[in-house]
């Protein structure tokens, strides 16, 4: 793998700040539940859905249980709106607890509940928007190294200027959305060039998901792409649970993550924050009411 100094010799980078437009969710809410915390607070009894009049309706989830990520900052959110969190190791798990009516809806990135309600059909499923009064986190992608995350910033700041990243994020996250199409117009990367290890997970839709054919796309996914190619490098992926994340790319087990991963002060503990890739509010994936 090429080291640090070599992926960006010669290059002096400023830090190109970007605008959030909103704050994070303090920290210090963030309750820590592990697996075992998850066993345990799992129910077989069927609950009772809220009657929901519109798609901004979240207040009436107060005194429910709604499913979440392992480790999602989404949490937060839930304990906001008076609700009981339920953890869950991964979303097909989340979303199956919503199907047999366990958990009364499963709380992501809005950007995401969206896309899932566009993937498993606006027929059977819907979003509830949470405000971003009540949440909201600026995403950045991660790494251990600074001469990385400081390429990247170049990188994204550079694309930004010349509208790739407004284009990329109208059709991973915008109105019509397009989870199907290849990613298109890749720069050609020799095959013996140096590799960018990337840590993502198939949680993070739209930011990291699988096709059914196993193929890797999403918003960060796409970042990830470009930017090796920006660094003639070829592209690893390494797939995580949402919640190793974090962890997996501190301890230098890859060089890059992205995922819908908020910035947080006990985060940047761990790993290095690039500039916020995007803003990120909550919403509430449930049942379509007949």
Known sequence: MRSAKKLVAAIAVPLILLSTGCSSAPASNTPQLNATDAEATNTVDEVEAPQITNDSDYAAFAGTTLGVIQGALC????????ATPEAFATTQDAVDAVESATTTGFVAALSGVRAMVEQRGDDVWRAVEIPESVFSVPIGAFGHDQAVIDAFNEFFA?????????????????????????????????????TLVVAVTEDAIPYSFRT?????MGYGVEL??????????????????????????GNGNADL???SIGITPERQ??????????????????????
């Open 75 to 82: 949490i937060n959110a839930i304990d906001s709106m008076g």
């Open 158 to 194: 550079s694309r930004e200027a010349d509208g790739t990243i407004a284009a990329m994020q109208a059709r991973w996250m915008g109105e019509k959305l397009d989870l199907v199409s290849p990613i298109a117009d890749l720069p050609e990367v020799a095959e013996d060039a140096d």
């Open 212 to 216: 059914e054919d196993g193929e890797w």
């Open 224 to 249: 990830a792409e470009r930017f090796a190619a920006s660094q003639g490098m070829q592209v690893e992926f390494k797939d995580l649970l949402y919640a190793d994340l974090v962890d997996f790319v």
């Open 257 to 259: 993550g992205v995922g």
């Open 269 to 290: 503990e761990i790993v290095l924050f690039s500039n916020p890739i995007t803003d990120e509010a909550a919403g509430i994936l449930v049942p379509l009411q007949k």
